[in-house]
């Protein structure tokens, strides 16, 4: 049986560029005892996928060149040699970027079917990435009601649940978004109190009306120009959860840095976090979030390109902000 496989042949300078990431074919292996095979049905692009093709180590080992791309999946077990799994199960796990994935069972999750939701929303606002929001928000800032939460990369994966959390608490929430249309959505659909376009407003000016007295909350995604806005207006005893920097991951240079001396002054508190530490209490997370959809008090938007071949390009819509919700890349058919 052939598997199409995306193969990291070098690491990008800059923006992951042609020829970096490669489309092979190759014969998938034959299963050894207690393995399974999975058929990926989705695949996760991440804004960390850009980190993990640096040949840094970080959070997780630094991937080499000549491995198949690092990635999320959801799929189907097709065979299984593993008395945990059997076939037809729905799991998710690190698939890579192939059509079929060969594993030992390790760090694979079964999907609860009959749930009533779509299963892409597991790859998104019941997966990772509304786990990433979840945790952020709630843990790491504890939000008030009456508290002021600005979230950076708002109308994206993370920042949108981020945002409608932060409503559910009763925050006063302002977006920051990369364009109108985005910001329309994050006022009109997700009844977030104001959303300022960082690529055509002031945004220092635009902080100043829409927070008038002053951020309780920073939901960092982005950094940069955007972040040194935003402390300058943070209050005292105001917390930052410090989940990405996405300005920065495509970055030759040192992007410059935020006026930090604010934190200290307002006596701030800033806690970064990798999702991953939150893996064991996803129910906490899993049943509170699929409450909210049911009560409509949720929404969430999926971003799905059909065809394998055309992962390579989707990835670069991260970072040109071309992508409107979470970016999915459907391999295969799901199951009837
Ligand atoms: N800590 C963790 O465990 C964890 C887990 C998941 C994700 N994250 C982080 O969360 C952030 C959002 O990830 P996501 O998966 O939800 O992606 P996403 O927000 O759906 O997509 C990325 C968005 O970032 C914005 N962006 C790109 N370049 C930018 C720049 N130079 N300045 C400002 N905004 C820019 C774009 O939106 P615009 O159109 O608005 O520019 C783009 O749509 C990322 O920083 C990611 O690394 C962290």
């Not at 042949?9 to 092979?24: A, N, T, Y």
């Not at 998104?124 to 709630?138: D, E, I, K, P, R």
């Not at 960092?220 to 972040?227: D, H, K, L």
Request: net charge neutral.
């Amino acid at each position: 049986m052939k598997n199409k496989q995306w193969i990291l042949k070098k690491f990008p300078v800059g923006e992951i560029s042609e020829g970096d990431l490669v489309l092979e074919e190759n014969e998938v292996a034959s299963l050894s005892d207690s393995q399974i095979l999975i058929r990926n049905i989705y695949l996760s692009l991440d804004p960390a996928n850009r980190g993990w093709m640096s040949g840094q180590k970080s959070y997780v080992d630094a991937m080499q060149t000549g491995d198949i791309m690092r990635g999320g999946t959801i799929g189907i077990i097709e065979e299984s040699k593993n008395e945990k799994f059997k076939k037809g199960e729905i799991v998710n796990c690190m698939g890579g970027w192939q059509q079929f994935c060969v594993s030992d069972g390790k760090g694979v999750r079964q999907i609860p079917l009959g749930t009533g939701f779509p299963l892409d929303s597991y790859m998104s606002v019941l997966g990772m990435t509304g786990l990433t929001a979840y945790f952020g928000l709630l843990d790491i800032t504890d939000p008030q009601p009456g508290e002021t939460l600005v979230v950076s990369a708002a109308a994206g994966a993370v920042g949108s649940i981020v945002c409608q959390i932060g409503k559910i608490k009763g925050c006063k929430v302002v977006g920051i978004a990369g364009s109108d249309t985005k910001c329309k959505w994050l006022v009109d659909e997700l009844g977030i109190d104001s959303a300022i376009n960082y690529k055509s407003e002031n945004v220092r000016q635009r902080l100043k009306e829409t927070c008038p007295d002053g951020i309780d909350i920073y939901f960092e995604n982005v950094g940069g120009s955007i972040t040194e806005a935003v402390l300058t207006r943070m209050n005292i005893n105001g917390r930052i959860s410090l989940c990405g920097l996405i300005s920065g991951y495509n970055a030759e240079s040192i992007v410059p840095g935020p006026a930090w001396g604010n934190l200290l002054i307002k006596r701030i508190k800033l806690k970064g976090f990798i999702v991953f530490d939150y893996f064991k209490r996803y129910m906490e997370a899993y049943q509170d979030i699929t409450q909210w959809l049911k009560d409509d008090k949720i929404k969430y938007k999926n971003h799905i390109i059909p065809g394998i071949e055309n992962a390579g390009e989707a990835i670069r819509k991260l970072f040109s902000g071309e992508n409107e919700g979470k970016l999915i890349v459907q391999i295969s058919e799901e199951p009837n």
